[in-house]
């Protein structure tokens, strides 16, 4: 039997441990944490990330290893990727991980992108302030995730409670976009070039975390520009898996926000709304097996449940929801969960996800 070592255990290792069975795939992982999510989906080993000796003995014995996040340390990684096969590649990692280092890599590829310039300090965020424009958004280049590590500038004011609101890490400062949507194109490849990608899909976040997501979400000229740029980021990083490009629209333009070097939160409607899920096509890219066809299998949205999970499931059950449950300790800002709907044209699938809302909102 194939296997696959996964560093991360959250609820994307859990989604990939459940894609991993149907075809036959081991999975074990590695995580610090007592009770996360994938122990459901296989063995945990239970230790640091960057521990060098659990590291070796979870890749032992593994055709590939992959992860769920992309804050695992590189140099930790570097250590097993002479004796094992790390996938998706560690330059695509480290492009992800500095902000500074991933807009500069959109520059390079010809991916059009907000303004932005890095920042060291009060005095640089001021100079930002002007070379850039007000308003702007002040980000941390590493370890921001939902939101978290950002601070928006509105006025030259509030220089300084951003500075001191943030972390005291490296920053860039970028444009402010007034934009008319977010999306995100969710692609796999696999090590020969061959490349599989899924419908635009269109994407609301509130307080920076992602809410809800529906799929096919965009005219073919835009999703066309946006696979175009996915194609030409994964080319160039030779890369292996699953990969979100997420994107400002600007009308008929896309400006590029951020990618991630793995399985993600806007592709969790592919489960049941596509002909082979996004995380069947990162282990199957991972393993070099052919990988499977990403078509939408109707219209789709996916709500996250943040926070708490919604007392009255029989009744999402009831109208049609996929409900998931990641089996996490409710907390405020929490992703614990997930619900799917599908429908055969966008009206009503758009009927079913307001029916859905309802229903989590009512508890």
Do not use: M, W
């Given at each position: 039997m194939p296997r696959v070592a996964i560093i991360g255990a959250g609820q994307l290792g859990q989604m990939l441990g459940d894609a991993a069975r149907p075809l036959g795939v081991e999975c074990v992982f590695l995580d610090p944490s007592e009770s996360p999510p994938a122990a459901s989906a296989g063995t945990v080993v239970r230790s640091?990330?960057?521990?060098?000796?659990?590291?070796?003995?979870?890749?032992?014995?593994?055709?590939?290893?992959?992860?769920?996040?992309?804050?695992?340390?590189?140099?930790?990684?570097?250590?097993?990727?002479?004796?094992?096969?790390?996938?998706?590649?560690?330059?695509?990692?480290?492009?992800?991980?500095?902000?500074?280092?991933?807009?500069?890599?959109?520059?390079?590829?010809?991916?059009p992108l907000p303004r932005w310039r890095t920042v060291d300090g009060?005095?640089?965020?001021?100079?930002?302030?002007?070379?850039?424009?007000?308003?702007?958004?002040?980000?941390?280049?590493?370890?921001?995730?939902?939101?978290?590590?950002q601070a928006i500038v509105r006025h030259e004011d509030d220089?300084?409670?951003?500075?001191?609101?943030?972390?005291?890490?490296p920053l860039i400062a970028e444009q402010w976009?007034?934009?008319?949507?977010?999306?995100?194109a969710i692609a796999a490849r696999a090590a020969d070039g061959q490349t599989a990608v899924y419908p635009l899909t269109q994407n609301v976040h509130e307080n920076g975390i992602l809410r809800t997501s529906i799929a096919p979400a965009a005219p073919d000229s835009l999703a066309a520009l946006a696979n175009e740029y996915v194609a030409r980021l994964m080319t160039h990083l030779d890369y292996v898996g699953v990969l979100a490009l997420e994107f400002f629209v600007v009308g008929d333009s896309l400006?590029?926000?951020?990618f991630a070097p793995r399985v993600h939160n806007s592709g969790h409607w592919t489960i049941e709304g596509a002909a082979t899920s996004q995380f069947e096509n990162h282990l199957r890219a991972v393993l070099d097996l052919p990988l499977g066809d990403t078509a939408a299998v109707a219209h789709v949205g996916m709500v996250n449940l943040i926070g708490s999970m919604p007392a009255r499931r029989s009744e999402i059950l009831d109208a049609g929801g996929y409900l998931h449950d990641y089996g996490k300790a409710p907390r405020p800002g929490r992703k614990l969960g997930h619900?799917?709907?599908?429908?055969?044209?966008?009206?009503?699938?758009?009927?079913r996800l307001g029916a859905l809302a309802k229903l989590i909102s009512s508890g």
């Open positions: 640091a990330f960057d521990d060098a000796a659990a590291l070796s003995r979870l890749a032992a014995g593994t055709q590939a290893v992959t992860y769920e996040f992309e804050n695992v340390p590189v140099d930790a990684l570097t250590g097993i990727a002479a004796h094992s096969c790390v996938r998706p590649p560690l330059g695509a990692l480290r492009a992800a991980q500095d902000r500074a280092r991933e807009k500069a890599l959109f520059e390079e590829l010809g991916i009060e005095d640089e965020l001021y100079a930002a302030a002007r070379d850039v424009g007000l308003p702007l958004v002040v980000k941390t280049r590493r370890f921001g995730y939902d939101g978290k590590g220089i300084p409670a951003a500075v001191a609101g943030l972390p005291r890490r976009i007034d934009f008319d949507r977010e999306v995100s400006l590029a926000n951020e619900v799917t709907v599908l429908g055969a044209d966008a009206d009503e699938r758009d009927r």
